[in-house]
């Protein structure tokens, strides 16, 4: 099983639900040979209460920090939860969890970033998992793979904090100059990659993503493990970072659609799909898996940045027919 959940993807973002400013035809096909689902519900319009309620089947207002998780948040999920990756793997199957957590990680003081972090996606359910902590507008802004941070450096320690700022680097406060992306509101703190976050960082230079890679490298992650275990039941949970902000596009999709970073973003996420999808195909197992393609809320135009989404719509609709989106009621 392969369940790809994107990240403040409308309705109308897609063009097998009448998008016709964008067309994805990779999430199209994916459609076309199975069902398109025209009146389905998240449990939550923001995202860490949305993976919550899905991976735990429990309604995410009913438990304490389950609002949208800081990058130094420890596990939301508790271990002794029976989530959906237990029962896959309780019936025989491998899992992995690859791209965006936004669950927390670690004990109730946080994730130690500079050694083994425990407890993890390990204890509720998944064999694997390789990992944004957070989001990509929060700090700290590396991977963590099975319980470690890639290529942490003993000599290079990470910092993270949410209050008060840790280190010299720059932030986007103190040093818009220094930025490729500016922020419409808030994110003005650590500036990585030329784009300044929420929350303050210092050390883990040799950790740090690219964003213009991220999608490339989550998706070369999922299709490694598919492969690896073509010949055994598997559950695969991908979680993508389009189309939140920052909206960094590899150069392939940059002004490639006609409506800005964010419309160069729809065709990453399509690619990104396409690419799952044509790993099953080749490794003959497509018809044997259950694909599922969902959003973990609606969608959201300036959502920190000055990326001109909402200038640059064109006439795209991305709530489709509805007038809600992320963080509405409805």
């Not at 096909?29 to 689902?37: D, H, K, N, T, Y």
């Not at 808030?186 to 300044?196: A, E, Q, V």
Request: proline fraction near 6%; include cysteine; aromatic fraction near 10%.
């Amino acid at each position: 099983m392969v369940f790809i959940i994107s990240d403040d993807l409308g309705i109308g973002d897609l063009s097998c639900y009448g998008a016709t400013k964008v067309q994805t035809p990779n999430i199209d096909r994916l459609a076309s040979e199975g069902i398109l689902f025209t009146n389905t519900y998240a449990s939550s319009s923001i995202s860490t209460p949305s993976r919550f309620c899905l991976l735990t089947g429990k309604y995410p207002w009913r438990q304490d920090n389950t609002g949208i998780a800081p990058g130094n948040s420890g596990m939301v999920i508790d271990t002794a939860v029976y989530t959906m990756a237990d029962m896959f793997r309780n019936n025989g199957y491998a899992t992995a969890a690859i791209g965006k957590w936004h669950l927390g990680l670690g004990g109730a003081e946080g994730p130690d970033w500079n050694g083994e972090i425990t407890p993890s996606p390990h204890d509720i359910g998944f064999d694997h998992y390789f990992l944004i902590p957070a989001t990509v507008d929060r700090v700290p802004c590396v991977y963590v793979e099975d319980n470690y941070v890639v290529n942490a450096d003993p000599d290079d320690p990470i910092y993270v904090d949410y209050n008060k700022k840790v280190g010299d680097w720059p932030t986007g406060k103190e040093n818009p100059e220094l930025l490729k992306l500016h922020p419409s509101h808030g994110h003005d703190n650590t500036i990585i990659n030329g784009i300044s976050r929420i929350g303050y960082m210092t050390g883990g230079k040799r950790a740090l993503w690219v964003d213009e890679d991220i999608a490339d490298t989550i998706t070369s992650k999922a299709r490694q493990f598919i492969i690896k275990n073509k010949n055994n039941p598997f559950f695969l949970y991908l979680g993508t970072q389009d189309v939140h902000v920052p909206r960094i596009p590899h150069p392939r999709f940059a002004g490639k659609s006609g409506l800005g970073t964010r419309g160069d973003v729809i065709l990453q996420l399509d690619w990104t799909v396409g690419e799952i999808m044509n790993t099953l195909d080749s490794l003959g197992i497509a018809g044997n898996t259950i694909f599922i393609f969902t959003s973990d809320n609606g969608p959201v135009l300036d959502d920190g940045y000055k990326d001109y989404a909402e200038e640059m719509l064109n006439g795209h609709t991305p709530s489709g027919i509805y007038r809600g989106g992320k963080y509405s009621i409805p």
